[in-house]
């Protein structure tokens, strides 16, 4: 009995190892690309080919504080300190107010009407003038893009290098650990 019972399990155990004869384990692995039901290839291509398009012409950099041009904090101090610039807090009901005639475009702060801190966005209005610290801003401090794209490589302070210094390798003690 015993006997019986270990030949049918073993034999039991023995057939999982076996190789399927019979073709059903012949399944086509070709990998094929998404198509959506109801379309060609063909027409998904094209679609997907045009929304490709469409999104490639959107700036989404061109939102939040992207759409309006700002200058250095050491010229805003600089003019404040000079008096030739104030703070710029938001205005209330600002769109209200120009279509009434009560404010000027350039009456409303440039970061509120996405324009320019110089006022060269507004037509007809009286241009500020650009410091020497706004003209460096411009030229050399002011990335092409944010940093935090991660578009403009990040470097730290530049050390000089005066010759060469060699210094001994530490000796070890104990094991290595001191």
């Known amino acids: 009995m015993k006997l019986l019972f270990i030949l049918l399990s073993t034999s039991s155990l023995a057939s999982c190892f076996l190789v399927d004869t019979t073709g059903n384990a012949n399944i086509d692995s070709k ?13 998904w291509a094209k679609m997907q080919a045009a929304e490709k398009k469409k999104k490639a012409a959107k700036n989404f950099g061109a939102f939040g504080p ?3 041009k700002s200058r250095s904090l050491r010229a805003f ?3 404040l300190e000079k008096g030739k610039a104030n703070h710029l807090l938001p205005m209330f009901n600002a769109k209200e107010k120009l279509k009434q005639g009560k404010i000027k475009q350039e009456d409303i702060p ?4 996405g324009g320019s801190w110089d006022n060269s966005d507004v037509s007809g209005a009286k241009k500020r003038s650009w410091s020497s610290s706004d003209k460096t801003y411009k030229a050399n401090d002011a990335p092409a893009r944010p940093d935090w794209l991660g578009n403009v490589p990040r470097s730290g302070p530049k050390q000089k ?4 210094v060699t210094s001994a390798p530490p000796t070890k003690k104990l094991f290595g650990l001191f």
């Open 110 to 113: 440039y970061m509120q009407r």
């Open 66 to 68: 992207q759409t309006f």
């Open 31 to 43: 990998l094929h690309a998404y198509v959506p039901s109801g379309m060609s290839p063909e027409q």
């Open 161 to 164: 290098q005066t010759g060469k």
């Open 77 to 79: 101090q600089e003019d």
